[in-house]
């Protein structure tokens, strides 16, 4: 019980990234806690809170979670019911009521230099088109995009562009998404050992891997080297995108191809 | 071309949700008949039906789901929101005050000019909206649950099927269970779909737009609701503004979700639903003006809607939703001593129980 309450500390003390911006929600709740006197603030805005923190904490309410066949690692979404932002807004201007003006610019640089502006994080950059997608990931889905509405193709892709091609087409499939990449999930597939189990690709097993996957494209990036050029193995070069190679295996899109004339004939 | 998108879109986002919202309008108090509370009320009530027509949807049909999902819900969001622009402008005819714009609403005198301070901090707080929706519009935020959340909109609209590819590779997969009551990415592949917008563009580049300002609109009826004197308004405006461009202290922060992840069902959850179960809770208990009639059936039902409603952006808000509702509701039924809010409170999650069922149902295998 002690070690799933630390658990729990330990989860808190993530969600807080142990930032002086909670100190901020604290004092605002400790304020009002002493001074409010609007039983509706009271009760919603200091004793609820309250009582949510020590729910969260308490180990019971943990194995409840996951006995309840809830993910385990979104148990600090609980913290979510306690409205920080409200506590300290709701506390500010409690606090500063009678002198608006200063209350206004001190809450301000307060939350400004307590907490972590959002636009300076590393994951958010300029956006280069109304997708919110790498250019260079449109133009590889446009060129080896199947004809037909219904086609589809399959394309081995680099781990920095896995997560937006599919966001971008649902007609290319891969052999391989985010599960390889997530650290998470232990899955196994023979197409990911091959392209990126190692520093240098060994074409002969890339070549197998796909060609069991029937995958009719492979994109390396920039600075994945193989240790046989790609087009003595067999592939050939369609084309090179921001410096992305892109090849098609002839075997496997003349097999595809076959399918397709079969299933087209059927019909 | 891009004009009837774009007036798609308005239509689509603002004026059904609007006037869905207007429904509820006799239920509410006077301060309360306007267009914020219209489309909070609006979008709520939208989520809500998404989830009543689209569960058996998502369920039944293995084929052109959306396609489906479309030809029956759309009919029925714009009969709603009909209906309810229909009825407001016959009950404003017939002496209803709203707070709407002409001519829904009554030409009003011009309002007493603002103080010039209060007009500073509001025009402050604009400038922190400015940014943040300017920021949403013109800088792209990577996250991972993007291949799975954008992927399953992308393939809804390009290949038809609800939650039956497997969003990372494209392969035919069974019913994926623990995601599929959760339609925020089928409501943006629908609503792309109705304008022409592909299910990328709308969410990264377009939701934003709307549902920063949305979120922004319960708050500002929470202000509302705790600020007696209204010119403290502002300042908790700007207060807030602020603090969700600094919360980010975390990845786990609704603060960090709702300026990077805007347009995913969880961010909805934690920005949206969650601040609107604390504003109905504040209104259900604010003090009545003397001569004035205590109205409180409208908002249990907006929380037994919204209680649903919270299913569509993820299958743990509806859990957080009841559990914040159980918890005030217990707070409020000590503090008032009346254990009926507590009986109002359980009739209100029935719908989210149900919703919880049907996730128990489908994830242990008993039906899907």
């Avoid at chain 1, 002086?20 to 409010?36: G, S």
């Avoid at chain 1, 509706?40 to 066949?69: D, E, M, N, Q, T």
């Avoid at chain 1, 956006?127 to 589809?152: F, M, Q, S």
């Avoid at chain 2, 959306?66 to 404003?92: D, E, N």
Wanted: with cysteine.
């Amino acid at each position: 019980m002690f070690g799933i309450f630390m658990e729990s500390l330990v989860i808190f003390k993530l969600y807080t990234g142990l930032k002086l911006l909670m100190l901020l929600t604290a004092a605002a709740l400790i304020y009002l806690l002493i001074t409010e006197k609007d039983k509706r603030v009271r009760y919603f805005l200091v004793y609820a809170p309250l009582i949510l923190i020590v729910l969260f904490l308490c180990p019971l309410s943990r194995k409840v979670f996951v006995a309840a066949g809830l993910d385990g690692e979104t148990y600090y979404r609980i913290l979510w019911l306690i409205p920080m932002g409200l506590i300290t807004a709701t506390g500010a201007c409690r606090a500063f009521a009678k002198h608006m003006r200063i209350g206004l610019a001190v809450s301000m640089v307060l939350i400004s230099l307590c907490g972590s502006l959002v636009y300076r994080s590393s994951y958010i950059s300029k956006a280069e088109n109304l997708y919110h997608i790498p250019d260079t990931v449109i133009k590889i889905c446009d060129l080896i995009e199947p004809e037909e509405e219904d086609g589809r193709v399959s394309a081995v892709m680099p781990t920095e562009l896995i997560h937006f091609v599919r966001q971008y087409s649902a007609r290319i499939n891969m052999p391989y998404g985010r599960e390889m990449i997530a650290s998470q999930w232990d899955y196994y597939n023979a197409v990911y050992e091959a392209m990126e189990g190692s520093e240098v690709v060994c074409m002969e097993d890339l070549i197998e891997a796909i060609r069991a996957d029937y995958c009719q494209y492979v994109v390396f990036s920039p600075s994945k080297e193989t240790d046989k050029d790609p087009e003595t193995c067999g592939l050939s070069l369609v084309a090179v995108i921001d410096d992305y190679r892109i090849y098609e295996d002839p075997v496997t899109a003349r097999e595809v191809e076959s399918w397709q004339k079969y299933y087209e004939d059927e019909n | 071309m891009i004009v009837l998108r774009i007036l798609g879109l308005l239509f689509l986002l603002l004026l059904v949700p609007a006037g869905m919202g207007m429904l509820f309008f006799p239920l509410f108090k006077k301060e309360h008949r306007d267009l914020q509370t219209a489309l909070i009320a609006g979008y709520i009530l939208m989520f809500a039906l998404l989830e009543v027509i689209g569960i058996p949807v998502v369920l039944l049909a293995v084929y052109r789901g959306l396609t489906i999902l479309t030809m029956i819900l759309s009919p029925v969001l714009v009969a709603f929101a009909s209906a309810g622009i229909f009825l407001t402008f016959h009950r404003v005819s017939k002496g209803m005050a709203v707070s709407l714009p002409y001519p829904i609403g009554k030409r009003k005198p011009a309002p007493a000019k603002w103080k010039v301070e209060q007009a500073v901090i509001w025009g402050i707080f604009f400038l922190l909206l400015g940014i943040q929706l300017y920021m949403a519009f013109t800088r792209a935020s990577f996250d991972g649950d993007d291949a799975y959340y954008g992927a399953q909109a992308v393939i809804a609209q390009q290949v038809d099927t609800l939650y039956r590819v497997n969003p990372y590779t494209g392969r035919s997969a069974p019913l994926d269970v623990r995601h599929c009551l959760a339609l925020f990415p089928i409501w943006e592949a629908m609503i792309g779909k109705l304008c022409g917008i592909h299910a990328t563009i709308l969410s990264h580049s377009i939701l934003p737009l709307i549902l920063i300002p949305l979120t922004y609109m319960v708050y500002e009826k929470i202000g509302r609701s705790i600020f007696r004197k209204k010119e403290r308004l502002p300042m908790f405006m700007v207060l807030m503004a602020l603090w969700q461009m600094f919360g980010n202290v975390s990845i786990y922060t609704t603060e960090t979700f709702f300026l990077t992840r805007t347009w995913q069902g969880k961010s909805f959850a934690g920005n949206f639903v969650l601040p609107a179960v604390l504003w109905i809770f504040l209104e259900l208990f604010k003090p009545v003006q003397r001569g004035e009639k205590r109205k409180q059936t409208g908002y249990w039902i907006l929380l037994a809607l919204l209680n649903l409603a919270g299913g569509a952006s993820s299958s743990l808000a509806v859990l957080l939703s009841c559990l914040m509702s159980a918890v005030l509701s217990l707070i409020a039924a000590v503090w008032k001593r009346k254990p009926w809010i507590l009986v109002k409170t359980a009739l209100s999650c029935i719908p989210g129980g149900i919703y919880v069922l049907f996730y128990l149902l489908l994830t242990h295998g008993i039906i899907g």
